[in-house]
């Protein structure tokens, strides 16, 4: 015959301390999941597939030589210049990684106030790093592709040439 074990004595009922044993328990077992869950979800982070830092922005000739193309969506300000030269500043500021809309001629952070003018410098703190240049290039169907995990070459501006089999 088995003995149970109990803190009330032998022919009692069930008593306040013997609940307060089994709620303490139970919050104690459902914390101890909650924390197993988040950890799992945690390490677990990098096996669902991070989204592609790669961004199409659109056929070449959707901008035109000294524009201004604020991509909302893609995270980008583009600008192309007379020359035909491009640029893309991220539109995360630099102060916390928050995203910059477009106020006037200036780029704002709705978070904290910093300003950015249009070529990505810093003009009103808290931030003071200018804005990031982003790598550009065109893909085998002549559409214009961002890199946002990847830093524009020196100078930032960036002269296209469709790659061979997207030429004429």
């Known amino acids: 015959m088995h003995a149970t074990r109990s803190n009330a004595p032998e022919g009692k009922a069930f008593t306040r301390r013997d609940a307060l044993h089994l709620f303490t328990r139970g919050a104690l077992g459902a914390s101890l999941l909650g924390l197993l869950h ?7 982070h990098g096996s669902q597939g991070a989204p592609s830092p790669r961004r199409v922005l659109g056929p070449l000739e959707a901008f035109p030589r000294g524009s201004s193309t604020l991509l909302q969506e893609a995270g980008v300000l583009l600008e192309r210049d007379a020359t035909g030269a491009f ?6 500021c630099t102060h ?9 001629d200036a780029l704002l952070c709705p978070c904290h106030g910093s300003r950015f003018d249009q070529d990505g410098r810093a003009k009103h703190g808290p931030a003071v790093r200018p804005l990031r240049d982003l790598w ?9 592709v961002v890199d946002l995990s990847r830093p524009a070459p020196p100078g930032g501006r960036w002269v296209p040439e469709p790659p061979e089999e ?3």
């Open 87 to 92: 640029r893309a500043l991220s539109l995360v």
């Open 38 to 44: 988040a950890v799992g979800r945690y390490l677990g």
């Open 96 to 104: 916390l990684g928050c995203r910059l809309r477009q106020e006037g």
């Open 166 to 168: 997207a030429r004429p």
């Open 136 to 144: 550009l290039e065109v893909d085998g169907e002549g559409q214009l």
